[in-house]
């Protein structure tokens, strides 16, 4: 006699069927493919750390955002690199900067697609921090308030130049209430803020500060993200977004943070996104590069188990890739 969950089992031996009876279906459309641009025409310099990703120019971001559509992938978020740098991260809200450029012509290309601008000072500032900083010792003291100031002016620069979504991602105090406040102030109305909510203070990040050229000099970061082993302290930390104006809120880093996608899932009815962020996406290339896992496999299977556990969304750099295996008739 073949049992209920023995025969389901044997149901599950062709692909067609399985399938058929999965609980839970990864698509193009859940991806957004996160994109550095820098100054410059016709540049595509390669992140050493993060095999396949790259430094793109504003035409070269172009490229990539084209190629996203193609394959489904409705949605990308802007992370800049400036020529210069300060204290107070100026370039991030000028209308000369270069994510302001690269959402014009992205936009200008590409009309339908969902753009996201990420809203933080770190890869503009001279000392690498996330705001501004009052004080040095003990660890970077960063001064909120006139952080936020910063930050509402970036936002209303990244909307004037046609961003869809603002993504505030410095775990600043009152963030999102700022820049939903300035938003709406400047008749922005119909522009979604995708909140890095629960951000944690992670190993993980290592190669995106590369990327973006934005370690800090001094210090560290754990004064304004959170300690990993808190998870109560992420509810209440999405729940002051949602109350302060925010449309998705955002778990990072992805994978080790499973347990509070879930959590956020079952307690919260917005949208919830993950971060598949550099330094997991980096263990996966190297691990397959030295052919200790088969990439495709690997890769599918960690962005189904992070949609498993409650994810609308999921930022990674793996999203490209990922688009063309889901839709293999797609060249």
């Not at 869809?164 to 922005?188: E, H, Q, T, Y």
């Amino acid at each position: 006699m073949a049992y209920p969950l023995q025969r389901l089992r044997r149901l599950r031996q062709t692909p067609t069927l399985r399938k058929w009876v999965s609980e839970t279906e990864l698509n193009a459309g859940d991806l957004i493919l996160p994109l550095f641009v820098r100054s410059g025409k016709g540049v595509r310099k390669e992140i050493s750390s993060m095999p396949g990703q790259f430094q793109l120019s504003c035409d070269q971001a172009v490229v990539e955002a084209k190629k996203a559509w193609e394959l489904g992938i409705l949605s990308v978020i802007l992370f800049g690199i400036p020529d210069h740098k300060d204290d107070n991260g100026s370039e991030s809200y000028s209308k000369e900067g270069v994510v302001q450029k690269a959402i014009k012509q992205i936009k200008q290309e590409l009309p339908e697609m969902i753009v996201i601008a990420d809203c933080c000072l770190c890869e503009y500032t001279a000392h690498g921090h996330c705001g501004i900083v009052g004080k040095k010792e003990n660890g970077a003291r960063i001064d909120n308030d006139k952080t936020l100031e910063i930050l509402a002016k970036i936002a209303l620069s990244q909307a004037n130049a046609g961003a869809d979504w603002i993504a505030p991602s410095g775990m600043m105090d009152g963030m999102v209430c700022a820049i939903r406040s300035a938003l709406d102030k400047n008749n922005f109305l119909d522009r979604g803020i995708l909140s890095y909510s629960a951000k944690y203070a992670s190993s993980f990040y290592g190669p995106f500060r590369e990327a973006a050229e934005g370690k800090p000099q001094f210090g560290d970061r754990k004064s304004y993200q959170m300690d990993f082993a808190n998870r109560q302290e992420a509810l209440r930390e999405v729940k002051l977004d949602i109350e302060e104006g925010a449309d998705i809120v955002m778990v990072k880093p992805a994978l080790a943070y499973l347990d509070i996608v879930h959590s956020l899932k079952q307690k919260m009815s917005l949208p919830i996104a993950a971060y598949n962020v550099s330094g997991e996406y980096a263990m996966v290339k190297a691990a397959s590069k030295n052919g200790w896992l088969e990439e495709k496999s690997t890769v599918l299977e960690i962005l189904t188990s992070i949609k498993r556990a409650g994810a609308d969304l999921i930022l990674t750099y793996h999203a490209i890739d990922a688009a063309r295996w889901l839709t293999p008739n797609i060249k």
